[in-house]
């Protein structure tokens, strides 16, 4: 299992990747407007690590985002008409995240890779576990609960970069409210972690109960990000 410092780093790697910034501009305490050569048209991506806010841009959008956010401050950065919509990504602390038992009155099960065939056709879990017309899914891990042989619960886990994996959960609302959410999320990410690849949970910042779930699971916050290009 890697250790706190090994997952905060592989997590910056992921992070500057996918803004295509560096690691020393995340590490840093100050604004840096990058040009994402990854992104063709209409890319604008705000994102904040401790003291470091990163603008990235697509090239035709460059410099009308500098002229619009050049010497703003973070809550003046996100409150752009240019963009709508933040999201909070936790990453493991590895001082709390430890696996907790099963409840009895609850059946559950882990499936991995191929295995996940078995649970094509099932609906309602968009966020950890869906299948596209052809019967495929992106997950590649899945913790699910289940009652009198329904699945009520799903935690899934989806490759991101390299060995860095993003969770969702999805609970159907009837049986919301009794740990299942906190307690899938824990245990897949210790399932995870043990398996030497790391996750990350994210969560929209208007959605409170996501944000809880991260926070009984044992994740702490990490970064920000901007969700939508207006």
Known sequence: MKNQAEINEAIYKYIACFVDCTIEQLKSNGTYFVKNTKEKKDYIKILSVRDANIISLSEDKYEIGKHALLGKNRDELYESTLIFGQTIHYVPDLRKVTRRSFPDNFLFELYVGEELKQLCGISGFDNSLAFDENGNTNTDFALCARKDNEIIAVAGASAAFGNILEVGIDVKK???????????????????LERDMIPFY?????????????????????WTDSYGVR
């Open 174 to 192: 009837e049986w919301r409210g009794q740990g299942l959410a906190g307690l899938l999320v824990r245990n897949l990410t210790v399932e995870l």
């Open 202 to 222: 994210s969560a929209s910042v208007t959605n409170l109960a996501s944000q809880a779930v991260a926070i009984t699971s044992g994740y702490m916050p990490f």
